[in-house]
């Protein structure tokens, strides 16, 4: 049967030959099970979790501020929707199962409702109860996620798998307010199987000794050792005193005081015990005074901070805080150097700034909230601000609210303050924040440089054609007056006084190229009767342009974002300006559009229905 039998060519034999001789390369397919594991394996383990943690990035907030201001990171997505993409990826094999439950239960929060469309059509299937009711009365979302979280975490109590016990992971839980002031028992039976725990927002009847939170704090002081942050107010003082123990929270890194009535020596003997303390937040206490800040060979040094934020503590003066920094100038370190402080409603004058700023050498965020009822004092001794370190300045003076007040007190603290930018010591100043809404034009109104052909008539020297001795040229001597017959005598010669200064207008041409503001400034202003922040971005006058620029206020890194006052932030409400010419040579600051507010992922993606809430604030 060889009928049908072709007779192969003799190149295509050769070209048969040639190709059994080169080597064949497999070329798997990426759908490949076995090639997807072999990829798999080969990731190391903090590669996936950062790759898990760009899915649900609210796994890394590891802040010491509470769920409500965690809420506003900006980061427009949906943490219920994240967090339920994240479990998914848990579901795919058991080492991933391993490698996510150490992600997801990092950084725990409850969160109310879907910040997404997803949440109107929750919302309406909650309601439904039966087939004939469908209005019936919602569910508490909250409550009900934070008792699901309790049976995961105590049924995972103990057991020693590769996924291992779910609760000794969790470093960071955060509730809502009303969620925390009304299950205090189920939080109690959570945070009993959390030992390693950082952070917790706990309900506020813990701190003034309220008999209803008596269970939650005997259970943390018992289990959780290891936290990071307390507030002790009115009538938690005898707590405040076990501090310096050490048998619990020994590793305590911010503290906040409110309202407490002790005893200083007492107290410095809490504060001294707390090795790992880093910021402190002191608000209403006049028992806090300067005599803590001094030394004692009796007591324990006061600890070295890198945030200290003080808020009506009328005793507190600028003394004081530069004796503090004196004596823990040789126990500090740069990683314990003082970096932010706050200062509202104290004893501590504007013109006593610069006591602080010579101490603190390291010093960056500063603040000074003061309500004033006298002048500037007009005393020779007062300094102009300097510093190398500062990059953010908060000088907010306001006059007191008087019948009695001189309409125009806070006009020499902002010309002092005009007078310390314009000095140029204070190289590194990015940022200011003022009450003056007339402050940005007055740096504004600073004299320009002068131009290259601009010279003083009075003055004026023409500049020699060729072989002159000296400057004046031929038709004027060395000294500056016409030659005569008689210039030959050094002794009897008198100058003459016609190009001297005495033209009252002549020092208007050296004014000119006095030192000016020479760095980029942000300014936030605002008046007592204003209600919208205003923003300007000041440039130096010998670049010839001026610009826009939006630069959030700086929150406090622990947590004590009270004192620094958030609500100057762009997305709080700042109405951000350009700085154009009029055409008139003014200025005048005219203000942009504000963007859109931020919203969800999913609701971004979905169909926008109307009537439905899209704010993702809401």
Same mark, same amino acid.
């Given at each position: ?27 798997p ?32 907030d590891?802040?010491?501020e ?6 506003l ?7 219920l ?54 209005n ?25 798998d ?9 470093r ?26 950082r952070y ?48 619990f929270?020994?590793? #305590? /890194?911010? @503290? ?7 005893? +200083?020596?007492? $107290?410095? %003997?809490? !504060? ?45 003066t ?8 004196q ?10 150097? #003082? /970096?932010? @402080? ?7 004058? +504007?013109?006593? $700034?610069q %006591?602080? !700023? ?69 190289p ?14 007055? !740096? ?33 001597s ?40 020479k760095?980029?400034?942000i ?10 922040w ?76 109307k ?8």
């Amino acid at each position: 049967m060889k009928w049908f039998k072709r007779k192969k060519s003799k190149g295509a034999e050769k070209a048969l030959d040639v190709s059994r001789q080169q080597p064949q390369h497999f070329t798997p397919r990426v759908s490949d099970p076995r090639y997807l594991a072999y990829l798999q394996a080969a990731v190391p383990v903090n590669v996936w979790e950062r790759i898990w943690s760009f899915v649900c990035p609210h796994t890394l907030d590891e802040g010491y501020e509470n769920c409500e201001q965690s809420s506003l990171d900006g980061s427009g997505t949906c943490m219920l929707c994240d967090l339920r993409d994240l479990s998914h990826c848990a579901q795919v094999s058991k080492k991933w199962n391993t490698l996510v439950v150490k992600v997801m239960y990092h950084s725990v929060r409850i969160d109310p409702v879907h910040y997404c469309d997803l949440e109107d059509v929750l919302a309406e299937r909650r309601k439904r109860r039966s087939r004939y009711d469908r209005n019936g009365e919602p569910e508490d979302t909250a409550r009900a996620r934070l008792t699901l979280l309790c049976r995961t975490l105590r049924d995972r109590a103990g057991v020693r798998d590769a996924a291992g016990d779910y609760g000794a992971k969790v470093r960071y839980f955060k509730i809502p307010y009303m969620t925390r002031e009304t299950c205090k028992t189920i939080m109690a039976q959570t945070v009993a199987v959390m030992p390693n725990l950082r952070y917790l927002d706990l309900p506020e009847g813990i701190f003034s000794e309220d008999s209803s939170c008596i269970t939650l704090k005997e259970i943390l002081q018992a289990r959780c050792t290891d936290l990071r942050k307390m507030t002790y107010t009115r009538g938690s003082e005898r707590d405040l005193e076990s501090l310096a123990s050490g048998r619990f929270w020994h590793n #305590l /890194e911010v @503290l906040e005081l409110s309202k407490i009535v002790m005893d +200083p020596t007492i $107290l410095r %003997h809490a !504060l001294g015990a707390l090795y790992n303390l880093h910021a402190l937040k002191v608000s209403h206490m006049k028992s806090f005074n300067d005599d803590l800040f001094q030394h004692n060979d009796r007591l324990p040094p006061f600890p070295p901070l890198r945030e200290l934020i003080f808020n009506n503590v009328p005793n507190i003066t600028a003394q004081g805080i530069a004796t503090y920094l004196q004596l823990s100038s040789d126990q500090n370190t740069t990683e314990t150097a #003082l /970096e932010t @402080l706050s200062m509202t409603n104290t004893g501590v004058l +504007p013109s006593e $700034l610069q %006591h602080i !700023l010579a101490t603190a050498h390291s010093l960056k965020y500063l603040t000074i909230i003061a309500t004033v009822s006298t002048s500037f004092p007009a005393s020779s001794n007062t300094l102009p601000l300097s510093s190398s370190s500062l990059q953010t300045l908060n000088y907010e003076i306001s006059a007191a609210d008087t019948p009695h007040t001189y309409a125009s007190t806070t006009e020499g603290y902002y010309a002092f303050l005009k007078a310390s930018l314009i000095s140029n010591k204070l190289p590194n100043l990015h940022e200011l924040y003022v009450r003056d809404p007339d402050f940005p034009e007055a !740096l504004l109104d600073l004299a320009p440089p002068a131009p290259a052909f601009a010279s003083d008539p009075d003055n004026f020297r023409p500049r020699s054609s060729g072989g002159g001795s000296g400057a004046g040229g031929p038709f004027l001597s060395p000294l500056g007056s016409p030659r005569s017959i008689h210039s030959h005598s050094s002794t009897n010669s008198i100058p003459n006084n016609r190009f001297s200064s005495n033209n009252p207008f002549a020092n208007a041409a050296r004014m000119q190229s006095a030192p000016g503001l020479k760095q980029e400034l942000i300014v936030y202003s605002k008046g007592l009767d204003e209600e919208e922040w205003s923003f300007s971005n000041v440039k130096p006058a010998e670049k010839g342009r001026r610009g826009s620029a939006t630069a959030p206020r700086p929150i406090s890194s622990y947590g004590l974002g009270n004192g620094l006052a958030s609500p100057w932030a762009s997305e709080r409400g700042a109405r951000q300006s350009v700085v154009v010419g009029n055409g008139f040579g003014g200025f005048l600051a005219v203000p942009n559009e504000n963007g859109p507010r931020p919203s969800s992922s999913a609701g971004e993606k979905g169909h926008r229905r109307k009537g439905s809430q899209y704010d993702m604030w809401r």
